[in-house]
T-cell receptor, first 114, second 112 residues
């Protein structure tokens, strides 16, 4: 089955550590996105990539980094510079340049700083 | 830039009540419009969509009509169930087709 997979579902990080969240898709989508969701809040865009080896900052990119070496993969690293990383992280993908198509979401990773 | 505004929640209804969640948008051109649903602890799932003016999207008893003249895409359901309790997000994708813009989400709670 085609889809988008995030792992792990739950992740715990000690203060001062970097941690990487995985996002893989087998939908052959060009565009991929990372969103952050805080309790009771909407989605805020962290980074997005419309093509391999290219990505752009979203609204809240500080303290995060990404790479896009393969079309299928768009990992997000939460660095120690991110002061409040505890949140629910959602990855999504979509075809590029087709405005009538939806984005597909993974099941999310809940990151907790301990 | 593009923006989506939806009514703040939570919206609390009794089972079998009528549901309306308002959504208005600002965008250039003719964006596509979407409603997503998020159940607790999960990602977002597409509920319905409409890609041009006057289109009606529908799924699982939910409906929304793309109103260009009022820049709105209100979500409605005639008779809600407890299982409809979730957070609902309105979103748009612009003509360039590259980005989704989301509203802030509306939590729906349906009581038996």
């Amino acid at each position: 089955d085609g889809g988008i997979t995030q792992s792990p579902k739950y992740l715990f990080r000690k203060e001062g550590q970097n941690v990487t969240l995985s996002c893989e898709q087998n939908l052959n989508h060009d565009a991929m996105y990372w969103y952050r969701q805080d309790p009771g809040q909407g989605l805020r865009l962290i980074y997005y990539s419309q093509i391999v080896n290219d990505f752009q900052k979203g609204d809240i990119a500080e303290g995060y980094s990404v790479s896009r070496e393969k079309k299928e993969s768009f990992p997000l690293t939460v660095t120690s510079a991110q002061k409040n990383p505890t949140a629910f992280y959602l990855c999504a993908s979509s075809p590029r340049g087709r405005e009538n198509t939806e984005a597909f979401f993974g099941q999310g990773t809940r990151l907790t700083v301990v | 830039g593009n923006s989506v505004t939806q009514m703040e929640g939570p919206v609390t209804l009794s089972e079998e009540a009528f549901l309306t969640i308002n959504c208005t948008y600002t965008a250039t051109g003719y964006p596509s419009l979407f409603w997503y649903v998020q159940y607790p602890g999960e990602g977002l799932q597409l509920l319905l969509k409409a890609t041009k003016a006057d289109d009606k999207g529908s799924n699982k008893g939910f409906e929304a009509t793309y109103r260009k003249e009022t820049t709105s895409f209100h979500l409605e359901k005639g008779s809600v169930q407890v299982s409809d309790s979730a957070v609902y997000f309105c979103a748009l994708r612009d003509n360039a087709g590259n980005m989704l813009t989301f509203g802030g989400g509306t939590r729906l709670m349906v009581k038996p």
